[in-house]
Structure formats: structure tokens, C-alpha cells
């Protein structure tokens, strides 16, 4: 299959960085398989080997809906490697929860949204004993609704059994449509912020232009649940642009990928 072996060349050449401790969550981007694919496997690498019960990815909403959070209504996501089952029990407890702090969390059919879809061969692959999926696309970005969802998330997570452990997953590319040597100076600055494990400082770089992500409250959520979940170092894996795989530099779209897990973080 040539899925198979486009997935397993990209792990082949992939090295993750060190790191220590269990790891609880990943940054990955979010383009297509042959711009981004590389990218996402420095970090996808690290879970090689073992076990997750539930994989939560959050997403932007590249479309519009009424909603602050948007989930997907149907019972699977299908690949070509096989169905992934969505987890409706905890997205209705989800539900529930959020409701009451004034937060929709809808759920919709045959929406397009890309950015849940293009890691599922990556995970499918990786955890061959199968894992059900909590699919969350952001239609509000707020750093309000990043804290809200990542106490219910952290909450609902600990609610798991011991045995039963769980992945999150930021779903996110960088900045978009500029030079290289721009894109790499803008990317950059998000890069260290994220290192810095504090959102706060890249929502400032978004409100004066110095950074870009299209799901800034993607990562923040990740980023404050795993940290609920005993989390303290934040690992870069990787870090490209579009014009490094096209060899086009002159409108790009940066992507970077990385590890969040526990242990001090040495960059601190």
C-alpha cells in the first residue's frame, strides 16, 4: 500500500529529540501528507511501540458553524488503513459539562475539516491494537475557552482508568503565504514561546503579528491540559516550511512538530 510506505520512509528518517518522562501530548501539523508528513514523524516516532486507549485531537475549524467547539456526529472516521471509533460517551459528558459554563460543543456531519483527518494514518499505524478518538475542532480560539475546555478535558481524563492511558494532540500548522526567511522568523518566535510552556505569550505574539498559528487555541488547550496531567517539558521534534519539500520559497507555510511530556525541561 503506498500509504504504508510513504508513513514508514518518513518514520525511517526521523530521530525524536530527547526527552524525559511519560509523554502525554504531541504538536503536529496539519498539511498534507507530503508537505507536512516528514514533520509530524520526528515526534509520531516517540509513541512508537506503545499503548493509548483514547487519542484526543484539537483542531482549528477551517469552516464555519454556530459553535464554540465542534465535534463530528458520526460513529467512526474511516482511512484506508481502517475505521478509528469516536468516543460519544465522553464527548456527552463533555457536553454536559461545557453547557453549563455557557460553552456549545455541536456536533456535525459530513463537515470537511481536514486537520483531525491527515494524523489518523499516522495513529492508525502506530497503535496497530486500535484506540477511540475524541475529535474537537475550535470555532473559538479564546484563550477563556483554551482554560474552560482543558479543566473539563483534564477532569474527563482522570476520570479514565489507570490502564486505560490517553494521548492529546494539537493539530496545527504556522504561519502562512510568506517569504521563507520570514515564515522562519515569525515561526521562530512561536517555536520559543512554546518551548516556554505559556500560552499566554503566544496569544500576545498573535495580537501584534509576531507570530502566527491557524490553531493557536488548539495548542494552548493541549498545552494547559498536559500540564493539569503532570506535564513540564515541551521537546521540539522538527521544524519545516512548505518551500523545503516544493522548493518554492516565496509564499510558504511553516509546520512544526513536538513532544510535550514529563520531566524538567532543560530549555527552561
Known sequence: MQLRRMLESFLDQADPPVFSGRVRALVLPHAGLYYSGQTAAFALKAIKGQRFSCVIIISPSHQYYQANVLTSAHDAYQTPFGEVPVDHDSLQTLVSRLKGFGLQLNKIRYDQEHSIEIELPFLQYLLPDGFQLIPLMLMDQSLSTAKRLSEELAALIGSFPDNEPTLLIASS????????????????????????????????????????????????????????????????????????????????????????????????
Not at 498559528?213 to 506535564?231: E, P, R
Not at 516565496?250 to 513532544?259: D, E, H, K, Q, W
Open 173 to 268: 500548522d504556522l504561519s502562512h503565504f510568506y517569504q521563507q526567511s520570514q515564515a522562519n522568523r515569525l515561526d521562530g518566535r512561536l517555536i520559543d514561546s512554546l518551548q516556554n510552556f505559556d500560552p499566554n505569550i503566544f496569544y500576545a505574539l498573535k495580537s501584534t503579528h509576531k507570530a502566527e498559528a491557524c490553531g493557536y487555541g488548539a495548542i494552548a488547550t493541549v498545552l494547559l491540559t498536559a500540564k493539569k496531567l503532570g506535564a513540564s517539558q515541551v521537546s521540539i521534534a522538527n521544524y519545516s516550511t512548505s518551500g523545503d519539500v516544493s522548493k518554492d520559497f516565496s509564499s510558504v507555510v511553516g509546520y512544526v512538530s513536538a513532544i510535550i511530556s514529563e520531566g524538567e525541561n532543560e530549555q527552561q
